[in-house]
């Protein structure tokens, strides 16, 4: 019998704020350019969609950033722009997150906790927090980086359905701690693990230093073959270090799915900070190392045929990126297609996957 997981709602923001104003108030409202509630309930999916979304962040940055290590929460007013006459707002709360990042950063990547400080318990079926990632620091090269991160994930959304969606925001700060001053950047939220794995009715697995036999061949295979292609050093299935993993439907026998993320160390987005560890023997991360698990040589051959297939679409997806420079799309695309000219020639391809395989 398939494992049935409860039903889950992505709660972005709350309420009926309208429903309750008099309507001297309402009539009053209608009359700004731009009418502001506090509230959404929203069972919408996020992640469908491909425009980005426009919020405004107002906090104390500097207090943020000198409190990102602790690792708690404080508060911040989101606001966000649902059409040119209505905005949705309320006072959510946020978090620093991410070891190297909080470190590097000056605005560092965080949780965003969607309830009102005063809501202490979650309701069941209800996803509250979400990832963002952000712009990092103030320069050109940062932006790119959050651009072509987020292209990451719509790579491998086209390889693989059972995979972390991502959506792209147009992010303003207001600096309450420097008189409101406010900046833009991009970021993008990534879909919370629980709304990946009600998605395909699957459970989220815990468990630590997994053996390559409890995964699904297949599943294992593309992922692995799909970071050499990006050139991703950055994660271990086993550990899951920037790797989910989940159990769909029949998973005692069928095996585990690992579920990437977290591309900012790749050889595709190439940020200035990415450094591959010292054991491996490479001195960038645009040198591409295969850490999948070692095979036969005609077993490599269906995950080398099956990416192959998706080399028009993939390149594809970078040249339609309307958010990045044509400089750098052509970087991208030039990246990504060196990986096709390699596996155009199986034998050579295999033989540098099984150098390093593990």
């Not at 906090?59 to 950033?65: A, E, G, I, P, W």
């Not at 400080?117 to 079926?125: A, L, Q, W």
């Not at 599943?219 to 086993?238: C, E, H, K, T, W």
């Amino acid at each position: 019998m398939p494992f049935q997981s409860p039903p889950l709602c992505l709660k972005l923001l709350v309420w009926s704020f309208c429903l309750l104003l008099p309507a001297s108030t309402y009539s009053q409202l209608e009359q700004l350019h731009v009418r502001q509630v506090d509230t959404l309930v929203t069972s919408l999916d996020l992640f469908s969609e491909s425009a980005p979304l426009n919020i405004t962040l107002t906090l104390d940055l500097k207090r943020y950033q000198r409190e990102k290590y602790k690792g708690e929460y404080m508060p911040v007013h989101f606001l966000y722009q649902l059409n040119d006459t209505l905005q949705v707002g309320r006072e959510v709360s946020l978090k620093a997150r991410g070891k190297f990042r909080r470190t590097h950063c000056s605005l560092a990547p965080f949780w965003l906790d969607l309830r009102k400080s005063n809501e202490k318990n979650e309701e069941p079926g209800e996803i509250n927090r979400i990832k963002v990632v952000t712009h990092c620091k103030g320069s050109q090269a940062y932006a790119e980086y959050v651009l072509k991160e987020y292209l990451c994930y719509q790579l491998y959304n086209i390889l693989s359905p059972v995979s972390f969606r991502a959506r792209l925001v147009r992010m303003t700060y207001v600096d309450t701690g420097r008189k409101n001053k406010e900046t833009e950047g991009w970021a993008f939220m990534i879909e919370p693990e629980a709304l990946l794995a009600e998605r395909h009715n699957a459970i989220v697995v815990e468990q630590d230093l997994l053996t390559g036999r409890v995964f699904r061949t297949e599943d294992i295979s593309r992922l692995a073959l799909f970071q050499y292609m990006i050139g991703n050093v950055d994660y271990s299935v086993p550990n899951r270090h920037n790797v989910k993993i989940l159990g769909l439907p029949g998973y005692g026998t069928n095996g585990y799915t690992p579920v990437p993320y977290d591309f900012d160390y790749t050889g595709l987005v190439n940020a200035h900070y990415a450094i591959p560890g010292e054991d491996l023997g490479i001195s960038s991360v645009r040198e591409r190392y295969y850490l999948g698990p070692c095979r036969e040589e005609q077993d490599y051959i269906p995950s080398i045929e099956n990416l192959n297939k998706y080399q028009e679409k993939l390149l594809q997806v970078v040249q339609e990126f309307e958010y990045l420079e044509p400089k750098d799309k052509k970087s991208l695309s030039s990246y990504l297609e060196d990986y096709f000219d390699l596996a155009a020639n199986q034998k050579a391809l295999i033989y540098s996957l099984q150098k390093t395989c593990r």
